[in-house]
Structures are given as structure tokens and as C-alpha cells.
């Protein structure tokens, strides 16, 4: 019996699924009639009830969000889709933008009509420009097809490609044309986002799962899912597994039965590590092959879901060698606003350098996990508290590999063996 | 629990406890704020009182508790506000708090290039200071540090060393938040993030140097202080500015006798912890100048040679005794030396000849200021309260710096409303997005009829309205109408006091009217004299007729430049052929002309006060303890005796003292006489009516050895409309000549929003000074073309 359930990704197979055509044929546009009939407390009520929760990385509930604007308050109200999807191992929304556009664009339509905003926005990274041509071809045929332009205005924002603008003050600022850094807050984006305006900034994904709940109800959604993680979600499994790729299943899938649908682990290995919600997550070992994929069971699990990005690394892996990589990215990534994590990931990166050259010493782990003590939890935005989690999770599972590499005097691993093409080498 | 902090308004308090103190705050006190009250010290770097909070150098981390339920990680205390039922746990108290805090510190001495010995900050850096009060004892973090290239210049005053900056954004969130000069940013990003400025624009600001003073870290440096001294090597004096009339608190350092720099000192109801480049940064003229060091007598051959004091004193009671004298103070003297002119013409020359504006002037503006300004009190405050305030014939960021900070804080932080009754739009006008009633030069006083105020309006009046006929006529008559206040704002530092001491011919000190038999027979007899003189004097203008005519013989000249005035050449004409006393700091237009000459002290060498615009005093020591050079009024005090007329003045602490306790009058003020509002003449053709001020920062006598401020100067340009340009066929950019019969400007053109009729230029610029080139003021017709 196969575990998938798929709605976002239902017609994805179909070869013309991104035009405006398939998506009517498949029923689209019927759900945003249907709401702009409806009374948008309604809508709102509708959406808080299927459970749905956010799927940009914090599962913050959507409905309740929308709740959060002040209403006849006179003033302009926007919606921000958050399409920057840059967390390292995360690809489901470029797929589904590529794939079904459409559904995104009817999302926008009944949420705007749920918390009365007239003009929507798209923040979508700029180096995805193919999404970006598919995403603008798309609007044009919606305002074509009437659509959009009947009191709903969407606008694509194209972003210049840093991961700090999926934080979505930073995003803010961003759209509204400075360097994005994220914002103090409160006030909150309800209260004063886009242009001091109430805003709800929300993920792809999210204002896509949308317009089905109309359409089915949110029994139905609720359905789906685990008691408080409802519904089904795209999981974006990566790395060293024989068929990668998005499956949309429901909440709390495990990832042994991921695994089993995607063909196991690459031939002849076996798990090692693995992230269960992007590189800012802490790391999962094998003994969590059965922890169930909700926010709850993966947080109790000393992780978070975040935006269910499965990177799955095999025995071949240097844990040192992955951790250093992702700590290359943050302080890449790193906007530079606050201490800890400016100053830090430069530091942690040169640290971790020294490790995987087997040229550190076994005090220079007590330094590394003080020093993410240190950043954990006294940055400004989360992106400072990520940047932690691969060191502080793979120094708890693989204390005794960072070890090895002391002792040895260098990396035990052959970096060449975890790669696609080692095979072809030996 | 509520209290009143001010009458008016009712502040509801809030009481917490940090680290087991109770203490309790105004509403909307952040928590950081609340532990100063306790005298406990949160370290920080990026919070600044009158900055917006940023959260962003994490320094100040603290752990809070609201209604039994604790954050579940340290927070920022700069950034929350207290709470009802709120507990804070400092460093003191919590060691989760403490831990945050070494190890924020730690990342910041990280990447910080620690070149202390080198640094101009050390000795004063919130850095060293906190490192050593929260900071680790050992270092950890031994790989590379970041480096840049050190320091560069971000303008021709400012230095800014990168690997120093410890990216708290003060700098820039002062240029965005208080002055509106956005001209610097953060750019880049990660460790790499750097202060910077656009591209070919350097960061020229009038208020630049205070990024300066509020870097936490030798990142941003003065230029003319770099590498000059240490902190522990300074003397430093409580002082005031002499270089305007907003009448900044400041402080002088000094190291060996000479002055090395000006900060800003800390007055929240006048300049709050801000001043402008020009008061920072033009204190070099002192020794710059090529500074009078012995009195100077003109002898039987024409020629100025040096004397002894006596002898020059006698020289100058030999030509004084019996004659009709009279005396020109400018507007730069001290209230204690001013008050020693004021008296001195009045008992030793038996005149009330005087006049303190050597500038353009009016007697329009003379019977205003006796009736309007002598004891009045419009102060900030009154800005922060009004709903409306309207500028007339007055440009407060090139005029008044802190009274332009004051109107943009309102602005920003309320939405004060701005009205400008002007020839030309301003930068400060789009700043405060002012309301421009656009006049031509000349017809502003019937324009101001018109503005909309009330009696919680504030009405800022400059000295250029005394250069348009009926404006403060109608100024007057639109406060009487509408309830409005008048503030009357000169641009030099010494005006107000000197006003307030009777340097003017109708006004006797403490603003009591000459015409006035009781406010004689006041001042009679506190100083011991039998009666004053009881006929208005002249003013500046008609004193210069007077000597030119030869009603008058001699006259006593203080700090007067003859290029300040109108018709400089027949006013120095008119002192060659009169006997003139010059008290002055260096040789001047003036003291080339004068028989005796008498080197007085510079300001950091003299105690004294200044009144600003307000009329709140501005008191300050002498910078300079060894000077030999004394104040104006011990000089005038010796000469008085020479005469054989004592003031009695001998010291300025007697000066101040005597002039306190004439104290105020509360009789009838000089009856103002309406003056019909002026028209602007009518121009045609490449004809244009002029129109000019003084930049803040130009060729001004005190911006002497300046080179570093002068290079933020704004360029010199003729404004034009665009319909004047396109008639005269010019672009931005390109050169024009504003000329008439008298001589000829030729500068750059800058097309902009103007009146059609007018063209601006700056009045004492480089390459543009009005006054010496053109001879001309406000409203007189000049010829703009092509060049
Ligand atoms: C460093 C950082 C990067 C983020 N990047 C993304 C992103 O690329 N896409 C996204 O939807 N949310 C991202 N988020 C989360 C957003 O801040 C925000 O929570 C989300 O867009 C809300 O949408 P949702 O409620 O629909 O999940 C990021 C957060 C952080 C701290
Ligand atoms: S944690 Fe700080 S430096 Fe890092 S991205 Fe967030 S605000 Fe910027
Ligand atoms: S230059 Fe100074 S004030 Fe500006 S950000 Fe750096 S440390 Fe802060
Ligand atoms: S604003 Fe005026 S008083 Fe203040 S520093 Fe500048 S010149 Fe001096
Ligand atoms: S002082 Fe509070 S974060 Fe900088």
C-alpha cells in the first residue's frame, strides 16, 4: 500500500500540468470561487480548523496567523508569498512552482480574500530563473483568464539570492528595496510588515495546500496527519538514496517508510546521518529511522521538522567534512547584524578547518560546542541558532569520528567514496 | 502607581525588579534603562538614548522573567520595554546572563584588531572598558582575523577603520535617524559587513563629527585629531559654542595650552548629545589667525607700531575724551563683554550710540527686537510642544544646526508640521517635507499673513527678515493674530546676549527702553551715575553715515569685520577718516584702519557666556589656564578709567554678576511701529532679484586652518529655475555671471526650485561673496547669463 497522498503533487506527472489549462481541467479555480463567496472570517475559520500549519520551517498554525490581522483598521494589507526556499537540502517549492504554479496563485486569491488584502507579492530567490519564467508566465495567464486583476493584484519579486531573505522581516525589507536583514520585532508583520502594513508573510507551500481545504473541507484535511501535525506535506529527500526526489505523504510518515518508497539507501551502504528538516535542524542518526515526521515527534526527538528536508547521508560520509560545509554556508549566509553569529561563524568555521585537517586538538571540540553555546539562543534571528545545530548534533552522535581525526592526524575518510561517482572511479 | 513628571502630563510608572531591586520607571522605559536607574550597568555597544533600539551587538543580554514565566533565552535589555510584573536577572545575578555576556564580548575582541597603543579611542573606549569589566580573562580564538585596508576616508573630517568597527550601526542609524543625511550604511554581509558610503559620495553631513563621538570604538575618527593625543593627557573644560546661536553645551580638551578638540557636551533641553561639524571641528582659527599679541598705536607717521599698555590706553583716551563717539560691536562678543560695551558707551562716552549687528539690519528689526525679543522665552520646548511651526526668513540647518535637529526629531518622531516662507526650497525644507510658500525676494511679508497658526504655533524668525521690508512687521502681526509664539533666531552666538545687555540704541539692559525715564533712572542708579543718556541712539548703519559726515569723531570698534557689512568700502571710508579704537583678536579690515588697536582673548582663552537664541545662558571656563589675553570688558574697563570714567568692569566674573542682578524689566517694552509690508521689484529679461545666506560651513573668519571641515563645505552654486535656465540656455553644472554695476560672480549653475523672478547665491562662499562682490542684499536686481 503506498503511503503517499498527493494533492499538491497530484498532476505532476501530467506533461502540460503547469498551464493555466491543466490546472482548470484538474478542477483549479473552482476552490477560489467558492471562497470569494464565502464571508472571509469564514475562510479563515475554515483554514484554522484543517490544522494546517505553516511549511516554511516553523509549523506556526496558518489560520491563526491570518487571525492576527487587524481588521477595519482602513489601511492596506498585504500578502507575502515566502518563495526564497534557500535552507540547504529543501526542494519542494521550486518542483511544485514548476510544476502547478497555479494552485499557488489561487492561494493567493482566497488568502487575500480571508485577511482583505488586495495586492500579493511572490518573493522567490533570483537564481531560479526558470521558476521565475514559468511563475510570471503563469500570473500573466491568470489576469488573461480574469483571474487575477478583479481587486487582487500578485506581484513576483525576484530576490538577489541570500538565504537570510527567507527570514521573512529580512524578506520584508528586501521587497521593499534595502538590504535585507531581518527586523526587530515586535512589531510584528500582522501589525506593521510590508510597508508598516499589516502583512502575512507565509510559505509556498503553505498558501498552496489552500485551496484544496476549500475544495474538500477541513475534515478532510484533518484527516490526514498526526493529532496535532494534520494534513499531508512534501518531504524533499536528497543525498544518498537510490530515487530522490518530493513525496508528499502525511504528517508523521517515518523516514524508514520514506525510504522504502524512495528504493532504499544507495546500494550496498547503509544510513549514517540524516536532517530531518534542512541542514539548520539537528542531525538524526539511524536510530531514528522510526521517530515519526510531525513537528511533535521529530522535537521530541531533540530535532525539529523544519521544512522537511531529508538530506540522507550513508556510512561513506565524513560527518566532520558535511558539518564544515554547512558551517562554510552560515557564515556565507551570515547578514551580519548581530555578534554572535557575524563573529562566530567565522570562527567556527575555522575550527571545524583544523578538525577535518586532523591539525585540531580534542579542546578545540569543548571550544567548538562553548562557542555554539554562545550563539545558540543570543543571536538576533534564527539563522545564527542553525548554524549550531549540525556542530552541536554531530559532536553528541560523533564525538569519537571528530576524535579520529585528531588522533589520525587527518581525515580517516575517503572523501571520493561518498560521492555519486565513486563507483566509476574505483 | 502614576506620577506627574511634568504638570501636563500624567506618566503611567512601572515598577520591576532587577537582580532583587525594585525599581520604577516611566511607561515604555527599556529594561536597560531601568537598571541605569539602579546604577546597575548592563554592557552595550549598539544602544544609544536617542537612537531607535536595534538589538544588534547582543552585548546586553539579560535574563527575564513576566508573571512567573521566564524567556526561555536571555534578551536583548536594550531593546524591552519593562513589563508589570516583570523580573530582570543581570550579570550580576544570573550566570546564564553573564556567560552571554563574555561570550558575546569575546566574538567582538575576536576580529578586533586590538592595535590599542594606536588607537585614538583608548583610554575612552567602551570597548577596553567593557572587555575588562565583562570579558574573559584569556583569549580563545586564535586563527586569522578579518582585515581591511586602514583607515579610509568616508570624508575629508571622517576616518573610518573597518577592522575596528564593531557593526553596532550608531553611525548610521544617526545620519538616517537624526540628521536625515543617510549618507552612510552597513553593506556587505557576515563578518565582512562594513560601514561604507555610496559611490563617489562622501558622507557630507553638517552633523557628521557626531558619529565620531558616539562610535564605541576608534573605528570612525576625527582627521584633525588622529594620533594627537591621548585622553589621559587632555584637560578638559565644560564649554559653550561660540559659532552660533543654538547655543551648544560643549567640551573643550585641551593638552600643553592647545586646544586639540571639541566634543559635544550632554544638555537634553538644548543640543541633547549633538552639535554640528562646525562647532566640533573650527577651534584652529584661535591659532590659526595670525593673533594680535601687543597693542599696536598708529603713530605720527601713519604707520601702526607697537605700544605698551598704557601707552595705547592713553593714545585711545587721548582720542576719545570729548569727542562724539560712538561703538560696533559684533555679534560674536560674550554677554559679559557685550554688557561691558553697553556701559561703557553709555558712562564713558555718554552715548547710546551703539549697535551690536554688523550685518545687514534693519530699523525695522531694531524696534522688533526691543519690543519682541529682549526677555522673551520662547525655547526647544516649545518645538516639541507646537503643532505648527513656520520659518521665515530663516534656513535652520545652514543658520541654526540644533534648532534644525530639534524641528526633524518633531518631524520624525510626530509629524511636526513645517511651513517656510522662502525664496528658495532647501535641503532642510525637503528633510522636514515643509510646506515652501514661494515668494520673491522682497514680498515675503505679505505672504506670512497668510500662514495658518495657532496659539500653540512657534513662529522662527531669522535676521534676514530685517532685509525685506514689513516682515517683522507681519510676523508680529500674524503672533498677535493667531496667539502664536516668536522666536527670534540671529545666527551668531553673541547677538541674543548682546541685545539682552542694551548693546543697541534703544534698549538699556535687561531690555529696558532708553525713552523710558524709570528704566534710566533703573540703570542710574545701579551704576552709581547721576543720568544716562536720553536720546535713542544710532544704529550700525547710521553710525557710519555719521562718521562719514563727520557727526561723529571716533568710534570703538569690537569684533566688527567691514566686509560683514553692507557697502564695506564706504563703511572702511568712513573709519579712515575717524578716530577708531579696534578691540580685536587678529589684524582685521578694521584694525588696518584703526589709530589704536587692543588684542583681546579668544574664546578659549576668556570665561564668559553667551545667551543662544532661547535666551538661556551658556556659561564656560576658560579652555586655554595660561593665556595672557584678556576679555573685552577688562580692556574696556582699563580704558573707561582712562577716560576717567570707571565702568568698574574689571573682571568678566564682575561683569556677570552686575549684569544678573540688574536683572529684568517688567515695565512697558519699546513701542514697535509697523513697518508696511515691502513688494518685490519688478525683473524682466535676464534680470533676477537676489537672493542669499550664509552656508553653515564657508569662508567664515572662525573656519580659519580648517582644511578637513572645509572640504565638506556644499558646492558653491547659482540656483536658478528651470525656466530661467532654459531662457538663459544653461544645464546644471554649467557656469553663469550674476553681475551688476558693482562687480561679478561667476560660478556653477544648479537648476532647482526657486522663485522664476530670483537666483540664489551664497553670501560668503568661496568664489560667491555677496556682499564684497556685489554689494548687494536680498531683493536687489542682478544680471544672470551665460558664461
Ligand atoms: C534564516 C531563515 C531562513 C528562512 N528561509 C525561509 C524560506 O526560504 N522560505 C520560507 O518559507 N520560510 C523561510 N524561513 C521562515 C520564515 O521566516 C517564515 O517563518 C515563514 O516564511 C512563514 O511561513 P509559514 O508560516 O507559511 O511557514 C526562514 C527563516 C529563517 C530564520
Ligand atoms: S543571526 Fe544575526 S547575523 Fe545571523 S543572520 Fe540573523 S541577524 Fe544576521
Ligand atoms: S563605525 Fe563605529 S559607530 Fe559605526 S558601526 Fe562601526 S563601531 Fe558602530
Ligand atoms: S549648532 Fe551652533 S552652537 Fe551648536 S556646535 Fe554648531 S555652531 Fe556651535
Ligand atoms: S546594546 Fe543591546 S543589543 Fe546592543
Known amino acids: ?426 | 502607581m502614576t506620577t506627574t513628571q511634568d504638570s501636563a502630563v500624567a506618566v503611567e510608572m512601572i515598577t520591576v525588579v532587577i537582580d532583587g531591586f525594585e525599581v520604577s520607571v516611566p511607561k515604555g522605559t527599556l529594561i536597560i534603562r531601568a537598571a541605569e536607574k539602579l546604577g546597575i550597568q548592563i554592557p552595550r555597544f549598539c544602544d544609544h538614548p536617542l537612537l531607535d533600539p536595534v538589538g544588534a551587538c547582543r552585548q546586553c543580554l539579560v535574563d527575564v522573567e513576566i508573571n512567573g514565566r521566564a524567556f526561555p533565552k536571555p534578551q536583548a535589555s536594550c531593546t524591552i520595554p519593562v513589563e508589570p510584573n516583570m523580573i530582570v536577572k543581570t550579570q550580576l545575578t544570573s550566570p546564564v546572563a553573564d556567560k552571554a555576556q563574555k561570550g558575546v564580548m569575546e566574538l567582538l575582541l575576536g576580529n578586533h584588531p586590538l592595535d590599542c597603543p594606536v588607537c585614538d579611542k583608548g583610554g575612552e573606549c567602551p570597548l577596553q572598558n567593557q572587555a575588562m569589566s565583562n570579558g574573559r580573562a584569556d583569549a580563545r580564538l586564535d586563527g586569522y582575523k578579518r582585515t581591511f585596508e586602514k583607515p579610509i576616508n568616508i570624508s575629508s573630517s571622517v576616518l573610518l577603520d573597518r577592522e575596528r568597527c564593531v557593526l553596532c550601526a550608531r553611525c548610521t542609524r544617526f545620519s538616517a535617524q537624526i540628521a536625515s543625511d543617510p549618507f552612510i550604511t552597513l553593506n556587505e554581509r557576515g563578518a565582512l559587513q562594513q560601514v561604507g558610503i555610496y559611490e563617489n559620495d562622501p558622507f557630507k553631513s553638517y552633523f557628521s563629527g557626531n558619529t565620531v563621538q558616539i562610535c564605541p570604538v576608534g573605528a570612525l575618527t576625527g582627521a584633525s585629531y588622529r594620533f594627537r593625543a591621548r585622553p589621559f593627557d587632555l584637560v578638559s573644560t565644560p564649554s559653550a559654542c561660540e559659532h552660533c546661536a543654538s547655543g551648544c553645551d560643549m567640551r573643550t580638551d585641551v593638552r600643553r595650552g592647545k586646544t586639540l578638540r571639541r566634543l559635544a557636551g550632554d544638555d537634553p533641553s538644548v543640543n541633547e548629545e549633538w552639535n554640528c561639524d562646525k562647532g566640533r571641528w573650527a577651534f584652529k582659527y584661535v591659532t590659526a589667525l595670525d593673533r594680535l599679541t601687543h597693542p599696536l598705536v598708529r603713530n605720527s607717521s601713519g604707520e601702526l607700531v607697537q605700544a605698551s599698555w598704557p601707552e595705547a590706553l592713553a593714545a585711545a583716551a587721548a582720542g576719545l575724551k570729548g569727542k562724539r563717539a560712538a561703538v560696533l560691536t559684533g555679534g560674536r562678543v560674550t554677554t559679559e563683554d557685550a554688557y561691558g560695551y553697553s556701559k561703557f558707551a553709555r558712562i564713558a562716552l555718554a552715548t547710546n550710540d551703539i549697535d551690536y549687528r554688523a550685518r545687514v539690519t534693519s530699523d525695522e528689526e531694531r524696534d522688533f527686537l526691543a519690543a519682541y525679543v529682549a526677555g522673551s522665552s520662547t525655547t526647544y520646548r516649545d518645538i516639541d510642544t507646537a503643532d505648527h511651526v513656520a520659518l521665515i526668513a530663516f534656513e535652520p540647518e545652514e543658520e541654526s544646526p540644533i534648532v534644525f535637529l530639534r524641528l526633524n526629531k518633531n518631524f520624525k518622531k510626530r509629524g511636526l508640521k513645517v511651513s517656510a516662507v522662502a525664496t528658495k526650497g532647501s535641503i532642510a525644507m525637503d528633510k522636514l517635507k515643509a510646506d515652501f510658500i514661494k515668494v520673491a525676494p522682497g514680498a515675503e511679508a505679505s505672504a506670512v499673513a497668510g500662514l495658518a497658526l495657532t496659539a500653540k504655533s512657534v513662529i522662527l524668525v531669522g535676521e534676514r527678515a530685517s532685509e525685506s521690508a514689513g516682515l517683522f512687521s507681519a510676523v508680529a502681526a500674524l503672533a498677535a493674530k493667531t496667539g502664536a509664539k516668536i522666536a527670534y533666531i540671529p545666527r551668531r552666538a553673541g547677538e541674543r546676549g548682546a541685545l539682552e545687555a542694551g548693546a543697541l540704541g534703544t534698549v538699556l539692559p535687561g531690555g529696558r527702553p532708553v525713552v523710558d525715564a524709570a528704566a534710566r533712572v533703573d540703570i542710574a542708579a545701579a551704576w552709581g551715575v547721576d543720568s544716562l543718556p536720553a536720546t535713542p541712539g544710532r544704529t550700525s548703519s547710521q553710525i557710519i553715515d555719521a562718521l562719514a559726515s563727520g557727526d561723529l569723531d571716533a568710534v570703538v570698534v569690537g569684533g566688527v569685520d567691514a566686509h560683514d557689512l553692507p557697502h564695506s568700502h564706504a563703511v572702511l571710508d568712513a573709519l579712515k577718516k575717524s578716530f577708531v579704537v579696534s578691540l580685536e583678536i587678529a589684524p582685521s579690515s578694521v584694525t588696518a584702519v584703526a589709530d589704536v588697536v587692543l588684542p583681546v582673548a579668544a574664546i578659549t582663552e576668556k570665561s564668559g557666556s553667551f545667551l543662544n537664541w532661547e535666551g538661556r545662558a551658556r556659561a564656560f571656563d576658560s579652555a586655554v589656564a595660561d593665556s595672557h589675553n584678556r576679555s573685552d570688558v577688562r580692556i574696556l574697563s582699563m580704558l573707561a578709567d582712562a577716560l576717567g570714567n570707571p565702568i568698574s568692569l574689571g573682571t568678566v566674573t564682575s561683569s556677570a554678576r552686575e549684569f544678573n542682578q540688574l536683572g529684568s524689566w517688567d515695565g512697558a517694552r519699546v513701542q514697535f511701529a509697523p513697518v508696511a509690508a515691502g513688494t518685490a521689484k519688478s525683473v524682466s529679461g535676464n534680470d533676477a532679484l537676489l537672493s542669499s545666506w550664509r552656508r553653515l560651513l564657508d569662508m567664515g573668519t572662525l573656519q580659519k586652518g580648517e582644511d578637513n571641515l572645509a572640504g565638506t563645505r556644499r558646492p558653491t552654486v547659482a540656483v536658478i529655475s528651470t525656466k530661467r535656465a532654459e531662457s538663459i540656455g544653461v544645464t546644471t553644472g554649467q557656469q553663469v555671471r550674476v553681475s551688476n554695476a558693482h562687480g561679478s560672480i561667476t560660478i556653477p549653475v544648479l537648476v532647482e526650485d526657486i522663485h522664476e523672478d530670483a537666483v540664489w547665491i551664497p553670501r560668503n562662499s568661496f568664489a560667491s561673496q555677496a556682499l564684497v562682490a556685489l554689494d548687494a542684499v536680498h531683493g536687489d536686481v542682478v544680471t544672470v547669463v551665460k558664461a
Open chain 1, 1 to 426: 500500500m503506498s503511503k503517499l497522498t498527493p494533492v499538491l503533487s497530484a498532476h505532476w506527472d501530467q506533461p502540460d500540468s503547469f498551464t493555466i489549462e491543466a490546472y482548470t481541467r484538474n478542477g483549479g479555480y473552482t476552490a477560489s470561487k467558492k471562497a470569494l463567496a464565502m464571508d472571509p472570517d469564514a475562510v479563515i475559520q475554515m483554514v484554522k480548523d484543517s490544522g494546517l500549519r505553516g511549511r516554511g520551517g516553523a509549523g506556526f498554525p496558518t489560520g491563526m496567523k491570518w487571525g492576527f490581522i487587524p481588521q477595519g483598521d482602513d489601511k492596506d494589507h498585504y500578502l507575502v508569498v515566502n518563495a526564497d526556499e534557500s535552507e540547504p537540502g529543501t526542494c519542494k517549492d521550486t518542483p511544485l512552482l514548476m510544476a502547478n504554479p497555479h494552485v499557488l496563485i489561487e492561494g493567493c486569491i482566497i488568502a487575500c480574500h480571508a485577511i482583505r488584502a488586495k495586492h500579493a507579492f511572490i518573493y522567490i530567490r533570483g537564481e531560479v530563473t526558470h521558476v521565475v519564467r514559468r511563475v510570471n508566465a503563469a500570473i500573466a495567464d491568470a489576469y488573461k483568464a480574469g483571474h487575477l486583476g478583479n481587486g487582487i493584484e500578485l506581484t513576483l519579486h525576484i530576490g538577489a539570492g541570500a538565504y537570510i531573505c527567507g527570514e521573512e522581516t529580512a524578506l520584508l525589507d528586501s521587497l521593499e528595496g534595502f538590504r535585507g536583514q531581518p527586523r526587530l520585532r515586535p512589531p510584528f508583520p500582522a501589525i506593521a510588515g510590508l510597508y508598516a502594513r499589516p502583512t502575512v508573510v507565509n510559505n509556498v507551500e503553505s498558501i498552496s495546500a489552500v485551496p484544496a481545504i476549500i475544495n474538500n473541507g477541513a475534515e478532510w484535511y484533518q484527516s490526514m496527519g498526526t493529532e496535532k501535525s494534520k494534513g499531508a506535506t512534501l518531504y524533499s529527500l536528497s543525498g544518498h538514496v537510490n530515487n530522490p526526489g518530493q513525496f508528499e505523504a502525511p504528517l508523521g510518515i517515518t523516514l524508514r517508510e520514506i525510504l522504502e518508497l524512495a528504493g532504499g539507501i544507495r546500494n550496498g551502504h547503509k544510513l549514517k546521518f540524516w536532517t530531518p528538516g534542512g541542514s539548520s535542524t539537528p542531525l538524526f542518526t539511524d536510530e531514528h529511522l522510526d521517530t515519526p515526521l510531525d513537528y511533535e515527534g521529530v522535537a521530541a526527538a531533540g530535532s525539529m521538522l523544519g521544512t522537511k528536508a531529508l538530506q540522507i547521508f550513508d556510512e561513506t560520509t565524513c560527518v566532520v567534512r558535511a558539518v564544515l560545509r554547512w558551517t562554510e554556508f552560515y557564515k556565507h549566509e551570515s547578514c551580519g547584524k548581530c555578534t554572535p553569529c557575524r563573529e562566530g561563524t567565522w570562527w567556527l568555521v575555522q575550527i571545524l578547518r583544523d578538525l577535518e585537517n586532523g591539525t585540531g586538538t580534542e579542546a578545540d571540540l569543548e571550544k567548538l560546542l562553548d562557542l555554539c553555546d554562545n550563539i545558540m539562543g543570543r543571536s538576533f534571528c534564527a539563522l545564527g541558532d542553525g548554524a549550531t545545530s549540525p556542530i552541536t548534533s554531530s559532536i553528541k552522535y560523533f564525538r569519537d569520528e571528530y576524535i579520529a581525526h585528531v588522533t589520525n592526524g587527518a581525515c580517516p575518510f575517503d572523501p571520493v567514496k561518498s560521492t555519486l561517482f565513486a563507483g566509476a572511479v574505483n
